[in-house]
């Protein structure tokens, strides 16, 4: 079975699953994410660590979704800090992607 097959397989259950919270564990959720990604449309999904948001996109990567994954700020808020360069920068190219795939920017 190829892994579209394996999506479409498991479509009905992503269906039922879809709602405004939602949590899977390591091994069903990048086959539920792509199931739930098949129809057009965009999923927010968050994680706890950006090593887990990495390992999550390479995984939907391999199902056929496309992700982006906006980093996470690096400094709290009380801290006198500014986040790196590269930081923001990744931020606002992820932005910059999601407005893409909205239609809202050619």
Do not use: K, Y
């Not at 979704?65 to 009380?78: N, R």
């Amino acid at each position: 079975m190829s892994l579209a097959g394996l999506v479409s397989s498991v479509a009905p259950l992503a269906r039922t699953l879809s709602g405004p919270a939602l949590v899977l564990e390591d091994g069903a959720r990048a086959p539920l994410i792509a199931a739930m990604c098949a129809e057009p449309r965009v999923v927010l999904l968050v994680t706890a660590t950006g090593r887990e948001a990495e390992a999550l996109a390479e995984s939907l990567t391999t199902w056929g979704v496309q992700s982006v994954i906006f980093p996470s700020w690096e400094t709290l808020p009380h801290e006198r800090l500014s986040p790196s360069s590269e930081t923001i920068a990744r931020r606002i190219q992820a932005l910059r992607r999601v407005r893409t795939w909205n239609g809202i920017e050619s």
